[in-house]
């Protein structure tokens, strides 16, 4: 790990964001600050003459920096849905003399295979699940780094880091703290996990994303969103980042019945919602709590689990244990709370 990240840092250093993300990072719509990308390349073991796919080309950055990591001998393929992407980073890497990376355009949950295998593949745009496709083109033994759902609900993706078997299935797995946009992607019909949303006054939008509510009607959700607008009561929540990203996957992988991720115009936040009480954590970008009333039992019962989770040593997301479900196209990711 410690050669990692020397190694990691080594490249950060020698790769300038300027032509790739423009003055004040202005030049491109989609990008990831430059720490959250070396933080999940510490976990990606990429060395000198190894062969990586990348998925999420933007503004280029990321393919210069495994560029570095791989060294002359080795070599990136990166790939982009969005064309002018792809042009921009592939004219950019040639004016800053990175020969050893190809840009591809295409839909990246196929993988590329004409390209393949490879020693390392990474995402940096979330599939609806591990593709198939990403370990089947990765050797055995190679690592595969991909930003999936951990539950079927908005908001709930984790960075997930898993070692690739001789058969090609995923082993080893561990899950880390991260979230890119979702793929824009026609390979897996997409799972529509909103269940009810409304325009917001003054822009933004009110959102349910609560599996309990899946196929119930409208009624029950229109319920349920009266008292999430009405919402007179609010107290302050002590906890800050990263420490809530944490709390939120713990509560993701607990099973929790009544589970809800809430947009709340600006606001993010994540609870317990019933047909007759509402209890959220705000998440983002403030922490704070929000509930019907102060007597509210989902705000009790929200209560209630983080305590549990404060009495559990409070998990990480590193701690909670991967679990997958097979699939046509790939592998549903859940996650276990710690033994
Ligand atoms: C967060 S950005 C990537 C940032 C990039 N790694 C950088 O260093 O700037 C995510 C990218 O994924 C791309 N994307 C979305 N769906 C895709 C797909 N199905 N295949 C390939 N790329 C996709 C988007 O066009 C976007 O450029």
């Known amino acids: ?3 990692e990240t020397r190694a990691v840092d080594r490249a950060v250093a020698a790769v300038s964001e300027v ?15 430059a720490e959250v990308i070396a933080r999940h390349l510490r976990l990606f073991d990429v ?6 796919l990348e998925v ?7 393919a210069a920096l495994l560029s570095e990591l791989v060294g002359p001998s080795g070599e990136v393929v990166s790939v982009d849905v969005e064309a002018s992407l792809v042009e921009r980073a592939r004219d950019v890497h040639r004016r800053t003399g990175r020969h050893n990376i190809t840009s ?19 995402g940096w745009t979330t599939p609806p699940l591990l593709p198939r496709a990403w370990l089947e083109q990765t050797r055995p033994g190679g ?3 991909a930003p999936v759902p951990c539950a ?7 960075m997930l880091r898993t070692l690739v078997a001789d058969d090609h299935t995923p082993v080893d797995a561990s899950a880390h703290r991260g979230q890119y946009v979702p793929m824009r992607t026609a390979a897996v019909p997409s799972a529509g996990l909103i269940e009810a949303s409304r325009p917001r006054e003054g822009g933004g939008e009110f959102y349910l994303s609560a599996p309990w509510l899946r196929g119930r009607g409208g009624e029950l959700a229109e319920e349920v969103f009266s008292r999430l607008l009405a919402a007179p009561h609010s107290e302050p929540f002590d906890e800050k980042w990263p420490e809530v990203e944490h709390l939120k996957t713990w509560l993701m992988a607990g099973g929790v019945e009544h589970l809800s991720v809430a947009g709340i115009g600006r606001e993010t936040a994540i609870g317990i919602t019933t047909p007759d009480s509402v209890g959220l954590a705000v998440l983002f970008p403030e922490t704070r709590f929000l509930a019907d009333s102060g007597r509210s039992p989902a705000l009790a019962q929200l ?15 590193e701690d909670l244990v991967p679990r997958f479900e097979e699939a046509a196209e790939g592998w549903r990711l859940r996650l276990a709370p710690p033994a």
Request: aromatic share 8%.
């Open 143 to 145: 690592v595969v780094l």
């Open 152 to 158: 079927p609900m908005l908001y709930s993706t984790v």
């Open 56 to 62: 999420g080309t933007g503004s280029g950055y990321s």
């Open 104 to 122: 591809v355009t295409g839909d990246g949950f196929a993988g590329h295979t004409p390209a393949a295998p490879f020693d390392r593949v990474v």
């Open 19 to 33: 032509p790739y993300r423009g003055e004040n990072g202005r030049a491109v719509r989609q990008t990831t600050p």
């Open 1 to 3: 790990m410690e050669t």
């Open 303 to 317: 209560h209630a689990l983080i305590r549990r989770w404060r009495e559990a040593a409070r998990p990480r997301v």
């Open 47 to 52: 060395r000198p003459g190894m062969r990586v």
